[in-house]
Nanobody, 120 residues
Framework: QVELVESGGGLAQPGGSLTLSCAASESLASFKTIGWYRQVPGNQRVSVARIFRGSPSYTDSVKGRFTISRDNAKNTLYLQMNSLKPEDTAVYYC???????????????WGQGTQVTVSS
């Protein structure tokens, strides 16, 4: 069984920074796609940032502010979030897929999520 555990969420002021971590029970090389999704109550879970076969991609609203990276030796995925805005407030989930993944329903494995709140 694959287990993903997120950490690093919390409260930040607008313009502040947070770094999220996702520790995996297996090597990240086991997956073709790894990434971060977020969900606001009443809305669908949507893609934030992904790595597909080593290439990162981002949703337009976070380009230039968020950076996705991985440390294969530590089986850990990261999301560095800078210049945070109130609209970034959501539950953030890490996910993994054995093939290309874009929409949330295509992912094979999910973490439990970590809350990020951006407010003054």
């Amino acid at each position: 069984q694959v287990e993903l555990v997120e950490s690093g969420g919390g409260l930040a002021q607008p313009g502040g920074s947070l770094t999220l971590s996702c520790a995996a029970s297996e090597s990240l090389a086991s997956f073709k796609t790894i990434g971060w999704y977020r969900q606001v109550p009443g809305n669908q879970r949507v893609s934030v940032a992904r790595i597909f076969r080593g290439s990162p991609s981002y949703t337009d609203s976070v380009k230039g502010r968020f950076t996705i990276s991985r440390d294969n030796a530590k089986n850990t995925l990261y999301l560095q979030m800078n210049s945070l805005k109130p609209e970034d407030t959501a539950v953030y989930y890490c996910a993994a897929g054995v093939r290309y993944v874009y929409q949330a329903h295509e992912a094979d494995y999910w973490g439990q999520g970590t809350q990020v709140t951006v407010s003054s």
